[in-house]
């Protein structure tokens, strides 16, 4: 089994920036990607980034890229999301998530992912 925590969430102005956390435990090795997505309330969760646990390969979606990073420290066994510039319309709970598929690329699809961690709230007043 693999938990994941997320934290960093939190208020700020547009234009600000948060970094997200995800502390990953358990069986770690079985991790091959490491995601984030974001559900606003009344949308689907959408994909956001992602990135191989052992290699610097990611992906953003074009809602975001040039202004959020995703890294990740594997001594911590933890996963950023360095959010910059934000926006209102990037208010939502953002989620962790890990995928054990050994892909070509990283999955988009929440479906495709295999742990999710509870949520933390981000929110980007006007």
């Known amino acids: 089994q693999v938990q994941l925590v997320e934290s960093g969430g939190g208020l700020v102005q547009a234009g600000g920036s948060l970094r997200l956390s995800c502390v990953v435990s358990?069986?770690?090795?079985?991790?091959?990607?490491m995601g984030w997505f974001r559900q606003a309330p009344g949308k689907e969760r959408e994909f956001v980034a992602a990135?191989?646990?052992?290699?610097?390969?990611?992906i953003y979606a074009d809602s975001v890229k040039g202004r959020f990073t995703i890294s990740r420290d594997n001594a911590k066994n933890t996963v950023y999301l360095q959010m910059n510039s934000l926006k209102p319309e990037d208010t939502a709970i953002y989620y962790c998530a890990g995928d054990m598929a050994i892909t070509t690329i990283p999955a988009r699809v929440p479906s495709q992912y295999d742990y999710w961690g509870q949520g933390t709230q981000v929110t980007v007043s006007s």
């Open positions: 358990g069986r770690t090795f079985s991790v091959y990607t």
């Open positions: 990135m191989r646990r052992l290699s610097s390969m990611a």
